[in-house]
């Protein structure tokens, strides 16, 4: 009998021993872009317990959602995996990142269903928009989140798990982890795009025991490791009326369709991307007390200091006083974290660490008002971009 990838796990003290170290141990790195795959080289799987799930169902549901976020249905329509997008205002401004899954039940959907999920904090905001749009359209709206739960597994075997890869048996079309008659789930997936390393994301009913081959780690480490991969997620990074979701990196994270027809918040979103333009975007950051003219070689998740999201970062003693800030924090996991940033003070701050110079230094401040230095680069990953 074929091995399940489903049985309970047998490495649980390795799991402890692994968050032990988490949290007790900093992690040091030659140069930041190192940081971004730390932990690539573990099998592990997080339960990600801030993001809920809205299920759209009905003859309608695929129109209906074409012309609600900024990628494109027809990717997904047929069955598969599901993709990451973006819901916009009217404005062309972020409301909220999201992935969109459709719920597999053939090729040929008699009542096409969806599920999308967002963070916790915004569930509510975007099922009030969806019924808010739903006008004559045959769909049915509701929150399903008390019926799934979102994981997201990585690691060098990961990619076994998709039907395409997996040689132990048959994986029906859509599926993504090898079934038995013992085991129906597993089903709703999709590959996690927005950075190398992402792994795999998937949705699972509460009940479901999800590949127990692989360590079970803590959100904590989840969120640090996306972070330093320069990932945002969730109403801390994509903070609503804020951003247009090319400043949030969804261009890059295969997130946004540029040929697709009419959805809400297009025109910004195809303007800016013609133009060819984008002064700022969402990059990762160190923080820190010492030295803020050069990046810190340390990962500390024991680093108490709590930076709130939306926090200012200001250049430290600069004699021009611009009403542009230079950017401001987003969600944060110890002493890492990620930050809306001018891309031109990202630019020079990292030449400054190839040349030694002590000139460009940032700074925003904790919760309890205590000033602290901030340290962005660009990830690895980005394309090739110029500054125009």
């Not at 993001?51 to 997904?76: K, W, Y």
């Not at 969806?114 to 969806?130: A, G, M, P, S, W």
């Not at 798990?161 to 599926?175: A, D, N, S």
Request: overall charge positive; aromatic content about 8%.
């Amino acid at each position: 009998m074929l091995r399940s990838l489903y049985r309970l796990a047998k490495r649980r003290p390795v799991l402890l021993q692994a968050q032990r170290c988490l949290s007790t141990q900093p992690i040091r790195a030659d140069k930041p872009t190192d940081f971004e795959t730390i932990f690539d080289s573990r099998d592990c799987k997080a339960l990600i317990e801030d993001r809920g799930v809205i299920e759209v169902a009905g003859p309608d549901s695929t129109e209906f959602l074409q012309g609600m976020h900024c990628n494109h249905m027809p990717l997904i329509s047929q069955g598969g995996p599901g993709m990451l997008t973006g819901f916009l205002t009217p404005q062309g401004r972020i409301i909220a990142d999201a992935f969109v899954y459709p719920k597999n039940m053939g090729v040929n959907f008699p009542h096409p269903a969806y599920l999308v999920e967002v963070d916790r904090r915004v569930i509510e905001h975007i099922f009030k928009i969806l019924h808010f749009y739903k006008l004559r359209a045959k769909v049915e709206i509701r929150n399903a989140s008390e019926e799934h739960q979102i994981w997201s597994i990585w690691g060098p075997r990961s990619k076994q798990l998709i039907g395409g890869h997996y040689t132990g048996g048959r994986v029906p079309r859509g599926g993504m982890i090898f079934k038995s008659d013992e085991v129906k789930q597993a089903q709703i997936w999709a590959v996690d795009t927005r950075a190398p390393g992402m792994g795999l994301r998937l949705v699972a009913g509460r009940d479901d025991q999800i590949a127990d081959e692989f360590e079970q780690t803590s959100l904590q480490e989840y969120h640090l490791r996306r972070i330093l991969k320069g990932v945002g997620e969730g109403a801390d990074d994509f903070v609503r009326n804020v951003a247009v979701p090319l400043e949030c990196n969804l261009d890059f994270m295969q997130g946004v369709h540029f040929s697709k027809g009419c959805y809400v918040g297009q025109e910004l979103t195809i303007r800016t991307h013609h133009r060819g333009v984008v002064r700022k975007r969402l990059v990762p950051v160190l923080f820190s007390t010492e030295n803020g003219y050069a990046t810190p070689k340390e990962i500390d998740p024991r680093w108490s200091a709590r930076v709130p999201p939306l926090s200012e970062v200001r250049r430290v003693a600069h004699d021009r006083v611009r009403k542009v800030t230079p950017g401001r924090v987003g969600s944060s996991v110890g002493n890492a974290g990620l930050a809306l940033m001018r891309l031109e003070h990202v630019d020079a701050y990292v030449a400054q660490q190839q040349s030694g110079a002590e000139e460009i230094a940032f700074q925003t401040s904790t919760a309890d008002g205590k000033p602290i230095y901030v340290s962005p680069w660009s990830p690895s990953w980005w394309p090739n971009i110029t500054l125009n």
